[in-house]
């Protein structure tokens, strides 16, 4: 069924900002959009120019990131009152093309979305890589976002006193290993931006957190080299809030789907006034992400260890709102991904 009327550029307008509010490695923004309005289809292509060849040689991270945009590209369709229908991979002979997201029609009185504030919180979802306060999360939110994972066909992990230290172990391992590897070390830095910069992508010096003074929780130090900017080291949180977001199966579609896990889990916490940051670290390195696994567990597939909690809001990062185009006639070769 074809929505009422071509969509209008505020709507296209609309969507995109929701999209490109999603988080992304080194705030990469690894994704282009284009809109074939025959169709009424916006495509979500990969950008290999903005990849980490070195931190994420198989794309398995930028998946996650793209999987997190299309969440939100689905959230903005219905506060925009149309019903958004994903297909993941959608041309096997298109490998950059990674989802597809139809507009079907107009949503009736009866679609009305069951999680109210997950849209608003897009807008207020930032990294905050500064001491949470170690105020217990209520059982009930820690419940609802395991829930929002386990919707989005992932699990999330809430481990116990000795699982959250293996975690942290295993993620200050990773972190050493990036410190100690030369050209990680250069490739990270290419994405840290200075003060005053108009780069629409990396992680601002501004946005940057101190260093755990008790050094118990690896926070990712994009500063090791220059220590001219390294802010001083605070106190974290003594009793660290750790989930583990996983997946039964490890293929290119399940990246794609802990993406979108990733983000309503984001939103869910967003939504009730919790704080949020990432240790990706150990899932850089191969034999480390095989090591954050659940113990006895034959198909949990790690992608990304939540730190969450209450504190500071997190500063925000730019977003680059023009890559997007119209639907050519046919894909050009820099817009495919081989391999």
């Known amino acids: 069924m074809r929505t009422e009327a071509p969509l209008d550029a505020a709507t296209v307008e609309s969507l995109l900002a929701a999209a490109v509010a999603a988080p992304s490695i080194h705030n990469t923004q690894p994704w282009r959009f284009r809109l074939d309005p025959d169709r009424q289809v916006l495509e979500v292509h990969s950008a290999p120019e903005r990849t980490l060849p070195l931190?994420?040689?198989?794309?398995?991270?930028?998946?996650?990131?793209?999987?997190?945009?299309?969440?939100?590209?689905?959230?903005?369709?219905?506060?925009?009152?149309?019903?958004?229908?994903?297909?993941?991979?959608?041309?096997?002979?298109?490998?950059?093309?990674?989802?597809?997201?139809?507009?079907?029609?107009?949503?009736?009185?009866?679609?009305?979305?069951?999680?109210?504030?997950?849209?608003?919180?897009?807008a207020?979802?930032?990294?905050s890589r500064m001491p949470f306060t170690g105020r217990p999360v209520p059982e009930p939110i820690v419940a609802e976002m395991a829930r929002a994972a386990q919707s989005a066909d992932a699990r999330l992990h809430l481990p116990d006193i000795a699982g959250t230290r293996r975690l942290l172990h295993l993620t200050a391992v990773a972190e050493a290993r990036n410190h100690a590897h030369p050209a990680r070390t250069a490739e990270t830095?290419?994405?840290?931006?200075?003060?005053?910069?108009d780069a629409p992508y990396g992680v601002p010096v501004t946005a940057l957190g101190p260093p755990d003074a008790g050094r118990r929780i690896p926070m990712r130090d994009f500063t090791a080299s220059i220590s001219a900017i390294r802010r001083p080291a605070l106190w974290f949180e003594r009793h660290v809030q750790l989930a583990l977001l996983w997946?039964?199966?490890?293929?290119?579609?399940?990246?794609?789907?802990?993406?979108?896990?990733?983000q309503y889990v984001l939103l869910t916490a967003t939504a009730h006034g919790l704080r949020t940051s990432l240790l990706h670290q150990a899932m850089e390195w191969a034999d480390l992400r095989a090591a954050t696994a659940l113990p006895r567990h034959k198909r949990c597939h790690p992608h990304v260890v939540i730190r969450f909690g209450y504190g500071p809001d997190g500063a925000g990062t730019p977003r680059e709102l023009g890559h997007f185009a119209a639907r050519p006639a046919a894909p050009s070769a820099t817009d495919t991904e081989s391999g």
Request: charged share 25%; aromatic share 6%.
């Open 55 to 122: 931190t994420d040689p198989m794309h398995r991270a930028q998946y996650l990131s793209v999987g997190a945009a299309v969440f939100n590209l689905r959230l903005a369709a219905v506060h925009l009152g149309l019903r958004p229908e994903v297909r993941l991979l959608p041309d096997s002979h298109e490998p950059g093309l990674l989802a597809a997201v139809r507009l079907t029609g107009r949503l009736g009185a009866d679609d009305q979305p069951s999680d109210p504030g997950l849209y608003e919180a897009i």
């Open 124 to 127: 207020r979802r930032h990294t």
């Open 189 to 197: 830095l290419t994405w840290l931006t200075a003060p005053g910069s």
């Open 247 to 262: 997946t039964p199966h490890d293929r290119r579609e399940d990246w794609l789907r802990a993406g979108q896990a990733l």
